[in-house]
């Protein structure tokens, strides 16, 4: 079969099997066990550095910093190559600080996120010395500048504005337009009543402004608009307080490939137009060029990982119209990938360890939940011929795959493995029966 784009850079098809990095993938599910999310380590460190040479390439000494979104997927070993590629991270809890942390992030390469941040999260960030703190209401306002005055420090701020526009994605994950929980309205004065609390706190300081508009994005015009809007703010600012503030993060949300007909954004697509509309922006505004940075989460890791599981069982069903829906189960489902159900999400689906020649019917791939909804791909055409024990690969399911894994039906999560240079290493286990029971207290 011939590579479409949402297949990531090290993986082939040689002679009806997929190989990642070399490896066949009957050698991966022998070795492994399914379901697994394969990541392919070189296209997660390329496709990283290509957003932070991107970044540099079209705003030189004011490429400020690209934080990788860890809510796509974190685990200690990401954050170590992050890292290492010398890029920030975004992290929006308790718990992906920890993580970070403990892969070696410096506090000063870390951006806090978070709409409700506990007031123990808030303490252990500006405690950790974190670069900033992207403020998302009032509360937390008084809550970060309580916190830097304890440990006395000057504790540095984004603001995050809503800058009220549509992305057009999916509902659930357009962050931008006024009915939302992030963020300060600027339409509404809720963003200018913000900076002015800010600026009545000594223990911090306001380096700028942030947004994020939305994820799985495609072309540019959301992000020229939200620039326009939020230099804009920015000039306000000037000519209210007499400085221009340094910084402008523009967010992530850009979009991948998870079909055979769609293509992954890359940032030679996207950042000269957001370039363009900054500078001129920039020159509408007559302010200087602030430092610009970006978020992208699910573009660096989505790509980079694929799904293996075994089919267990197939099933003909006859449909309404009098067709055959074949029913293929597999061994994960809406545990390893909530997507489908939450956001009618699509993807595609081949056999990984053979080929095959028969025709293709019409399929739906689904798990073994207890649940109709348990879908992981609707409706796609696979070869008739497939059979309990084939391995079924889904490919583009690196971000927001293992990050929001559940253990619905007491299913222990799938392990991601990280493939290099034709070597394999698992860098989070397969989670265990026994570790779901050590969280049961028994009373017996
Ligand atoms: N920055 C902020 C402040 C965000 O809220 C997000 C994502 C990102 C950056 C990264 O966005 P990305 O580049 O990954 O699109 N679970 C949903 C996606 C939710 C995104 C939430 N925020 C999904 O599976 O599609």
Redesign the pocket.
Known sequence: MSKASMWSKNISFTNGELNLSGIPASQLAKEFGTPTFFLDEEAFRSRAIAWRDGLKAEFGSNAGQVYY?S??FISTAVAHWISEIGIGI?V?TGGELAVALAGGVDPSMIEV?GNNKSLSEIDRAVSQGVKTIVVDSIFEIERVAASAKKHGVRQSVLIRLTPGIEAHTHES?S?AHEDVKFGFSIASGAAWIAVEAISKLPELELRGVHC?IG??IFGTEAFEIASDRLLEFMARYRDAFGVELPELDL????GIAYLPSEVTVEPADVLPAIGTAVRAACAKYALQLPLISI?????IVGPTMFTLYEVGTVKDVVIEDGSIRKYISVDGGMSDNA?TAL?D?EYFACIAQRTSTASTTQSRLVGKHCETGDIIIRDIQLPSDVVPGDLIATPATG??GRS?ASNYNHVPRPPVVAVIDGNARVIVRRETEADLLALDVAEM
């Open positions: 979104a809510k796509a975004d929006c996120h994950i962050t994020h994820s799985q967010g992530g949300g850009y978020e992208p989460g699910r573009n997507r956001y999400a971000a927001y929001m």
